[in-house]
C-alpha cells in the first residue's frame, strides 16, 4: 500500500529545508546590504489546493496581481481576516494537520537587481520573521521552507542568482503544524513581519561569534572570552589574521589580540580586565567589542562590531544575584504590536516602550511569548532593561483535547529544539538577557527536558527558567503565573533553593491594578520574594472609529470574524492602551515599582526613613523635594540640596520646615519627591521617579463664625414637600420620599431624584467572577423599593427634617434615609442600610446617585486624583484639590465598563458655567463617581450583537453622580475567577453613612464653601 506523501507543512520532525544553520545576530559593516522592503506583488488563495504552483516560474502571470507591503501583516493591509483567541487554536485541534478548506495561502513576488560587484560572494537571502510557514523560489529554482516564525531565517541562494534582474518569490502558508506551536494570547495573523534582505558575504567569512563576559567571584573584574567561527577552513590564499580589540565607553582600547588564520575554523579568545564598570539596568555600562578579519596583505576583509556589557548572573543561595546582588524584578510582559501595523513595528515604537518602561520603573521585560527583533535586545543592553528570552513555543490549546499537550510527544521534539537554539544562537550575545524561557503554557514533557538540557550545556552564564516546570532540575528559578498573597506567604516560611519569580501576574484586562500595593509590600519584606512580570504591557487593540465617527479601540469582533475569533477584549490587557498612554493602573504600577521607600517616623518633627530600593544606585543622583499643601495651595517647599543613600540604604532625614499659621478646617499633607538630576536612559532632567504623600497631624479646632440661618418656608400640596429659602428650593415627591428638585439661583440642578444606589457597570474582572450575576439582586434592587414611611418635622424656624423608610425586597433590607434641611440651602443627608438574617452577595456600592442637568459639567472635588482610582488602586492618586469636565472623569477602557471614579473625597462640588451648583461634603470623606450619561450604557451584555467600546461614551445631556460610602475594589489577580481581595469588598451587612449637600453660588471659593 503506497501511503500518501506527507506535506511539508504538516511535518512537525521538519521544522525547516536547506535553511543555513543559526547564528550570532550581526551585519558586518563591510557586507554589502540589499533591502527587499517595500511593495510586492502579492494574490491570496483560500486554500493550498487553490494556490498558483507555478507562479515562481512564470513571474508574467504576477503582473496583475494586487501590491502588498512587506514588511506586513496581510490583514493589516485588507487582505484575509483578523483571528484572536486567547487559549483556544484558531482551526480545529487535529496535530499536525490544518484545515484544507480554509488556510490561506499568500503568494508573493518581486524583482531585485545584483550589483556587479556582488560577482564572486556567497549571497544569502534573511527573513527576519514569516508567519506562519512559507516557501521560497529564487528565479523559480526551490531553495527551501521554515516554520518558526520568530527567528529570522537565511538561505544560501548564490547558485540560483543571475546577472541582471532576479526574482524572488514565497508562498506564505497561514496555518501548519507550527501553527501548534504558536498558540500565544495574541492576534493570530499573517505574513511577512519582519525585514527583507540579501546580504554578500566572502567566500570565506566569519560565520559566528560567542562572547562571554561575566565578572569574577568578587564582582570586581571582567572576565572576557571569545569564540570566533569561520564558515569553512581558509584554504591557503584565503589565511590571514583574527583581530579582536575591546574599547570602553569612552573609547580607550583595554583589550587587543591577534591570531593567525591558517587551518582552523574556531579561535578563542580570554583576558581578565581589571576594574571593570559592570552592566546592569540601572548602569547599562556597555563595551565595543570589535572582531576583524584581515587578509594575507593586512588588509580589512570584514569587521563585527558588538557593544557587551560585563555582568553576572547567577541563582545562588536560593536567590537570583545580578553582579552579586538579589535584585528585585520589576518587569512587564510585552508583545511586539502596533495599533496600526499589528505585529509590524518599528525601532521607533521599541523606543517608545523603552520610554514608557523607565517611566514606570520598570527594570525587567518577560519577552511573551517569543523572540522579539533582533534591535529589541540591543536597545535594551543600551538603555538597561533585564529580559527574560522566550523560545516562540506555546501549545496550550491541547489542553482542551485529549491529547493535553505536545511536549511529551515524539514527533515534536525536533520543532521544540529548533525553536529553542534558533533563540538562542542568535540572541546568546547579547547583554541585558539574563535568562532563557523555554516557551509558555506548554505543560510539561520529554520536549522541554531536552530543551533545558541543551541550553544548560550550551550556556553556562544564564540561567533557564519554564513556568509548567514544577521540578526544580528542570527550572533555575520558580516562576510560577498569578498566584495569590497567601501562596507567596507560604513559599517563603521555609528557605528554599529557588526564588519566587512569577513569569506573569497581575492581570490588567479592563479596569484592573487592584491590590498592587499589597503583592508588593509583601514582596518588599521578603528576600525569596524577587518580583514578577506584570500582564501585560500594552493592549493589543487596534485605532479604529465607531459608525457615529467617534475613535475607539477595536478589539475581538470589531476587526471581522472567522473560525474561532473572540468577541470579547482579551487582547485589551495592558497597563498602557495601544498608543501607549498610560491607562489609570499604569501610575499605580508606576508608584507601586518606585525605587524609594517613604516611612513616616515623626510627623511632628517632619522626620522621615527614607530606603533605597535601588540595587546598584546611590540617591545622591536624584534630588529630594518636599512641599506642604493644604486645600490646594502650597504653603511651605523645598530642597534638600544633597542625599548620599547607598543602594538598599535607609536613613533618616529631618526637613527644615518653616513654621506657618495653618487655618481652621484645613487638611495639610506633605508631599515628597526625587527627581532625576540629569537626563539619562531616556528620561529628562526634573523627572519624578518616586513621590509619596503624608497626611499632617495639624488640625485646628474651634467653632465657626455662626451666621444666623435664614428661616425656612415650606410648602405642601401634598404631591411635593417644597422648602425655600435665599435663593434656593428643595423638593420632595411625597409619593417616593426622594429628593427630586434643587434649584440655586433659579435654575434646577437635578434630572433626577436623589435615590439609593448599589450597582456598577461590570469591569472585565467582574465578569470574569461573574460578578454581575451574582450580585444581579442588586441592580435595580431600589427600583422595588417600597416606601414605609415618610415624616417631615419642623425643628426650628430654619430647619425641618424629614425622615424616610424604605423595604427592599430584592435583597430582604431596609434603607433609612433622614434628611435635616435648612434655610442656607444645607442638606445633612443621614444614609442607613439595615440588612436582615438572610444570605445575599454584596453590593458593588454603598451610595446614592443623582443625575443633574448637563450645564452643571464643572468639577471641582478635594480628594484623590486626577485620574481613575478605586479603594485597591489608590496609592499613586495624592490627595489634592482637582478640577475638570465632567466627560473628563470617565476614562474610555476598550471595552465599556465601570469608571470615572474617585475616593477620600473631603467634598466636590458640580457648578455650571456661571458657577452656581451642588456641592457634597462628607462627614468623613466620600467616594465620587461621575458620568457624563447614564451608567446603564456602560453595562455588560453578553448576548449584545456588537461590542461596547469606552470610547463611544458622549455626553448624552445630563451628568451621573454617584455620592458614596464606598465602591469595592476593582481586583486584579487574574481576570478569570479571582475576586477583589475580602477587605475591598462590601459584604451583606449594616452600613451608615452621611454627607451634606450645599448650594454653591456665584463666584464661591469651593474650599472656604465647603467648611462648616
Excluded at 450575576?773 to 441592580?779: D, L
Aim: net charge neutral; aromatic share 14%; charged share 25%.
Amino acid at each position: 500500500m503506497l501511503l500518501a506523501q506527507q506535506n511539508d507543512w504538516e511535518n512537525p520532525e521538519q521544522p525547516s529545508f536547506n535553511t543555513s544553520p543559526a547564528h550570532a545576530h550581526f551585519i558586518p559593516a563591510e557586507a554589502p546590504k540589499l533591502p527587499l522592503d517595500g511593495m510586492w506583488r502579492f494574490k491570496l488563495a483560500q486554500n493550498p489546493s487553490l494556490r498558483s504552483l507555478d507562479f515562481f516560474k512564470r513571474p508574467e502571470q504576477t503582473k496583475n496581481w494586487a501590491q502588498i507591503k512587506v514588511p506586513a501583516n496581510w490583514q493589516t493591509e485588507g487582505f484575509d481576516k483578523y483571528v484572536f483567541t486567547d487559549v483556544e487554536y484558531p482551526i480545529p485541534p487535529n496535530p499536525p494537520f490544518v484545515p484544507k478548506d480554509y488556510n490561506p495561502v499568500g503568494s508573493y513576488q518581486r524583482e531585485f537587481t545584483i550589483d556587479p560587484s556582488w560577482t564572486g560572494r556567497q549571497i544569502f537571502v534573511h527573513l527576519g520573521a514569516v508567519n506562519s510557514f512559507f516557501y521560497l523560489w529564487i528565479n523559480g529554482q526551490y531553495i527551501g521552507f521554515s516554520k518558526d516564525s520568530k527567528t529570522p531565517t537565511e538561505f544560501d541562494i548564490t547558485k540560483a542568482l543571475k546577472t541582471g534582474k532576479n526574482t524572488v518569490s514565497l508562498q506564505v502558508f497561514r496555518f501548519s503544524d507550527a501553527t501548534y506551536l504558536e498558540g500565544q494570547d495574541m492576534w493570530k495573523l499573517s505574513g511577512i513581519e519582519r525585514s527583507v534582505y540579501l546580504i554578500a558575504r566572502p567566500i570565506f567569512h566569519l560565520f559566528d561569534f560567542k562572547v562571554n563576559s561575566t565578572l569574577d567571584t568578587l564582582y570586581k573584574d571582567g572576565l572576557f572570552g571569545l569564540k570566533v567561527v569561520f564558515n569553512k577552513t581558509a584554504d591557503q590564499k584565503e589565511q590571514g589574521k583574527l583581530k579582536v580589540e575591546l574599547f570602553n565607553a569612552s573609547g580607550k582600547l583595554v583589550y587587543q589580540s591577534e591570531q593567525p588564520i591558517k587551518t582552523d575554523k574556531t579561535f578563542n579568545f580570554h583576558t581578565k580586565i581589571p576594574n571593570v564598570k559592570s552592566w546592569n539596568a540601572e548602569h547599562p555600562n556597555l563595551y565595543q567589542l570589535k572582531i576583524t578579519h584581515l587578509n594575507q596583505k593586512g588588509l580589512k576583509v570584514e569587521s563585527i562590531v558588538h557593544p557587551l556589557g560585563f555582568r553576572t548572573v547567577e541563582v545562588k543561595n536560593g536567590l537570583f544575584l545580578v553582579n552579586g546582588v538579589p535584585i528585585k524584578i520589576k518587569g512587564v510582559n510585552r508583545h511586539e504590536f502596533n495599533m496600526i501595523t499589528a505585529k509590524v513595528i518599528t525601532e521607533a515604537d521599541m523606543l517608545l516602550d523603552i520610554r514608557r518602561m523607565k517611566e514606570m520603573n520598570i527594570n525587567a521585560v518577560r519577552t511573551s511569548h517569543y523572540p522579539n527583533a533582533e534591535r529589541w535586545y540591543s536597545l535594551c543592553d543600551k538603555y538597561g532593561l533585564y529580559v527574560v528570552d522566550e523560545a516562540n513555543i506555546e501549545c496550550d490549546g491541547m489542553s482542551f483535547t485529549p491529547l493535553i499537550t505536545l511536549s511529551d510527544k515524539p514527533i515534536w521534539k525536533n520543532a521544540y529544539l529548533d525553536r529553542v537554539q534558533r533563540m538562542w544562537e542568535r540572541d546568546k550575545n547579547f547583554t541585558c538577557i539574563v535568562t532563557w524561557s523555554l516557551g509558555n503554557e506548554s505543560g510539561f514533557g520529554e520536549n522541554l527536558m531536552a530543551c533545558y538540557t541543551w541550553l544548560k550545556v550550551n550556556d553556562d552564564s544564564r540561567p533557564v527558567q519554564y513556568e509548567a516546570a514544577k521540578d526544580e532540575r528542570y527550572s533555575d528559578i520558580f516562576c510560577p503565573m498569578y498566584k495569590s498573597i497567601t501562596v507567596m506567604e507560604n513559599y517563603v516560611k521555609t528557605w528554599r533553593n529557588r526564588p519566587l519569580i512569577q513569569c506573569e501576574y497581575a492581570h490588567m484586562m479592563g479596569n484592573s491594578g487592584g491590590n498592587l500595593k499589597d503583592d508588593w509590600d509583601l514582596i518588599y519584606r521578603y528576600p525569596q520574594l524577587q518580583g514578577g512580570f506584570i500582564w501585560d504591557f500594552c493592549d493589543q487593540t487596534f485605532a479604529i472609529k465607531d459608525k457615529k465617527g467617534n475613535k475607539i479601540w477595536g478589539f475581538g469582533r470589531d476587526m471581522g470574524t472567522v473560525g474561532l475569533t473572540s468577541d470579547t477584549s482579551f487582547c485589551a490587557d495592558g497597563l498602557l492602551a495601544a498608543d501607549r498612554t498610560f491607562h489609570p493602573q499604569a501610575y499605580e504600577l508606576q508608584k507601586v515599582y518606585q525605587n524609594v521607600g517613604f516611612e513616616a517616623k515623626d510627623l511632628d518633627k517632619y522626620i522621615f526613613t527614607i530606603t533605597n530600593r535601588f540595587d546598584f544606585t546611590d540617591l545622591a543622583n536624584y534630588k529630594l523635594s518636599w512641599r506642604i499643601k493644604g486645600d490646594g495651595k502650597i504653603v511651605a517647599q523645598g530642597d534638600v540640596d544633597e542625599l548620599s543613600l547607598l543602594p538598599r540604604g535607609e536613613k533618616d532625614v529631618q526637613f527644615n520646615v518653616p513654621s506657618f499659621i495653618p487655618k481652621r478646617g484645613v487638611k495639610y499633607f506633605i508631599n515628597l519627591e526625587f527627581r532625576t538630576r540629569k537626563a539619562a536612559e531616556l528620561l529628562p532632567v526634573g523627572f519624578v521617579i518616586a513621590r509619596e504623600q503624608f497626611i499632617l497631624p495639624i488640625q485646628v479646632n474651634g467653632a465657626a463664625i455662626q451666621e444666623e440661618i435664614p428661616a425656612l418656608g415650606l410648602k405642601n400640596d401634598n404631591a411635593k414637600l417644597l422648602f425655600s429659602g435665599k435663593g434656593f428650593t428643595v423638593g420632595f415627591n411625597q409619593k417616593t420620599g426622594l429628593l427630586e428638585s434643587y434649584q440655586v439661583a433659579g435654575k434646577e440642578l437635578i434630572q433626577q431624584a436623589l435615590e439609593p444606589h448599589f450597582w456598577r457597570a461590570a469591569t472585565d474582572n467582574d465578569i470574569g467572577n461573574s460578578l454581575q450575576i451574582r450580585s444581579k439582586v442588586w441592580q435595580n434592587a431600589f427600583k422595588t423599593a417600597q416606601l414605609k414611611s415618610l415624616e417631615y418635622t419642623k425643628i426650628s424656624p430654619s430647619t425641618y427634617q424629614v425622615k424616610t423608610a424604605y423595604y427592599l425586597p430584592a435583597v430582604d433590607a431596609n434603607v433609612n434615609i433622614n434628611y435635616e434641611v435648612k434655610g442656607d440651602g444645607d442638606i445633612m443627608v443621614d444614609y442607613q442600610l439595615k440588612t436582615r438574617n438572610g444570605k445575599y452577595p454584596e453590593p458593588q456600592r454603598i451610595g446614592m446617585r443623582v443625575i443633574l442637568n448637563p450645564s452643571y459639567d464643572q468639577v471641582s472635588w478635594l480628594g484623590r486624583g486626577p485620574y481613575d482610582n478605586y479603594i485597591d488602586r489608590n496609592y499613586a492618586s495624592a490627595v489634592d484639590l482637582y478640577k475638570m469636565k465632567a466627560n473628563a472623569l470617565f476614562y474610555p477602557y476598550p471595552r465599556a465598563q465601570e469608571s470615572g471614579y474617585r475616593t477620600d473625597v473631603t467634598w466636590a462640588a458640580l457648578q455650571n458655567p456661571a458657577g452656581t451648583g451642588l456641592m457634597a461634603i462628607g462627614k468623613t470623606t466620600l467616594s465620587i463617581g461621575i458620568l457624563h450619561f447614564d451608567m446603564k450604557n456602560l453595562d455588560y451584555d453578553r448576548d449584545a450583537k456588537e461590542n461596547i467600546h469606552g470610547g463611544s461614551m458622549v455626553d448624552e445631556g445630563k451628568v451621573w453622580w454617584n455620592i458614596d460610602f464606598q465602591q469595592m475594589g476593582v481586583g486584579g489577580d487574574n481576570s478569570w475567577g479571582a475576586q477583589t481581595h475580602p477587605q475591598y469588598r462590601l459584604p451583606y451587612k449594616d452600613y451608615n453613612y452621611s454627607f451634606t449637600l450645599r448650594p454653591v453660588f456665584s463666584k464661591e471659593i469651593l474650599t472656604e464653601r465647603a467648611k462648616d
